[in-house]
């Protein structure tokens, strides 16, 4: 791995964010280790700073910035958890930040992102206007772009959840992320390879969405996709600097229908009484639907955030 | 206070119950406290076993029983919490448990009674069917009756939700609870007069179900009265052993809308990620509601419990 993701730099990371981020609770239910069959230990990055893991990410790529860079701030676009994740992060160091939006975002993450301190700019919601718009903010003010996933400091920022994890649980015969991007997928397996070789790592992927799952079958990555789930975190297309990583370290991506995610999404509000987003009951779908096979294995199953339009929730 | 509701009692009551519940999480939001004006401690009964701080009353009334009771074993009628809470101590301490739930309850809390290893007794949906078939279980398994709140083993079992709340976050200036029965509200007034005597105790009531508001106003406590609210657990009449405690104790009952409720616990789901039932909100509902009253003071609010119809949610 190159220098960026070396054990070290991972260990860097998790020293670097410690003192900005929560270090999130591991749950247990007995009533779902019944259901599955094995025993579940839930990471829940629905209690981290921002309501998602993505909040690792984004505070250890600003710790990572020259004090040039910090002066000319940082940008992104997002229309979810990363640029609510990079706002509060660069307020929390007291930095410029810009969010570049879909001008039909829902009004409450733009509240989130303005609440964090950052400047909205809104523009048309395809990925081109994106694009464009973020040319503009980085010509306009100078700033640093940090994307969501496809960064090696955002990687190692991501690896932390698992780190943790695998402190606090220290056997665990399996890690289960979802996948979109693959930046908490990509950490959590560099964590995983470095710090407890004896632990596989697998990922769960909606089947509207299933990029990462033709990508790692088919050893070429799928760049264009029609993508449509209710797990909106996971729209995302698979990153370049991501997908190598899952190759050489993910052992399986098993892909979970919308039936299925609902379903894992209600046991996760009834059993753990805990919010959490779709995307986040992705993996547990998984391990439902391939319960036979996880029998009786220790696994991890990190829940990725909790930032949840309640009006919509599937029942 | 009589022997049963001494200081030395409740000590005991925690140390005989300890083994069997879960000391449950008090979570913290920079978000609610800024919303609020205050310093907020929510005590998370959501995580306690079977979902809600009934466990405690039960476990304990149920491990005071003496052997010949417990061969003959106990039994209750309930829709709700303390039906799924008794069953569940009554397997866990192996002796036989009945529970008599009229027939229009839901399936899943009928299922859930038999799932903790509960005989189920259906019944008309009104109260005197509910004692009539208290009564034939009785006269025909000699069970013990283990009522919801009217009882100071119950009162002593409640009262360590908030002996953990006072042991965890030892500086709090107030305590509120949701009150229905009254079971919770006289056990945390019990706990507050006997360990942190300079706390005040309040409580939230629904305004569509205010008998404890009235009783505790005019010094009479109210027998019957019209109940409608979303926050189902609270509409209960305020018990014959609760009245007297909560008239000593507790500094005032506030009601609030039920807007004012579904706000609150909008809040909660939405802020604290967590699954919570609509009784859970009114306590934190009254709090919002006096902001100004309560502004800067460092307020523990215990959060009842999260056993709640997901079809069923207000938003």
């Known amino acids: 791995m190159k220098d960026t993701l070396s054990k070290e730099a991972l260990l860097e990371a998790r020293q670097l964010i410690s003192p900005h981020i929560h270090q999130t609770p591991v749950l247990q239910s007995r009533a779902l280790n019944k259901i599955s069959g094995a025993e579940l230990f839930f990471k829940c990055e629905n209690f981290q700073k921002t309501g998602s893991f993505k909040a690792r990410g984004a505070t250890h790529a600003v710790l990572r910035l020259s004090d040039e860079e910090k002066k000319r701030g940082v940008a992104t676009h997002s229309s979810g958890n990363h640029g609510q994740a990079l706002a509060w992060a660069a307020q929390k160091l007291g930095i410029p930040c810009h969010v570049v939006m879909p001008e039909n975002a829902p009004e409450v993450k733009i509240a989130a992102v303005r609440n964090y301190g950052a400047e909205v700019h809104l523009c048309a919601p395809n990925l081109p206007a994106r694009e464009a718009g973020l040319k503009a903010v980085q010509d306009e003010f100078g700033s640093v772009f940090i994307p969501p996933y496809n960064h090696p400091n955002i990687i190692a920022g991501q690896s932390t959840a698992a780190a943790e994890l695998l402190d606090e649980i220290p056997d665990l015969d399996l890690i289960i992320t979802p996948v979109g991007g693959g930046g908490l997928l990509a950490g959590t397996a560099l964590s995983t390879h470095y710090f407890a070789e004896r632990c596989q790592v697998i990922a769960g992927e909606p089947e509207g969405a299933n990029d990462a799952f033709l990508s790692f079958y088919s050893g070429e990555r799928v760049k264009e996709h029609q993508s449509q789930t209710i797990a909106d975190g996971l729209l995302t297309t698979l990153g370049e600097i991501n997908f190598p990583i899952i190759q050489e370290l993910v052992s ?33 779908a998984a391990i439902l639907q391939q319960a036979e096979r996880y029998e009786n294995r220790r696994i991890g199953i990190i829940l990725s955030g909790g930032n949840v339009d309640l009006a919509k929730l599937p029942f």
Chains 1, 2 share one sequence.
Not at 265 to 277: A, D, M, P, S, T
């Open 252 to 284: 399986d991506i098993i892909t979970v229908s919308e039936t299925e995610i609902i379903e894992a999404l209600k046991l996760i509000y009834q059993r753990l009484k805990i919010v959490v987003e779709p995307s986040s009951a992705v993996a547990f």
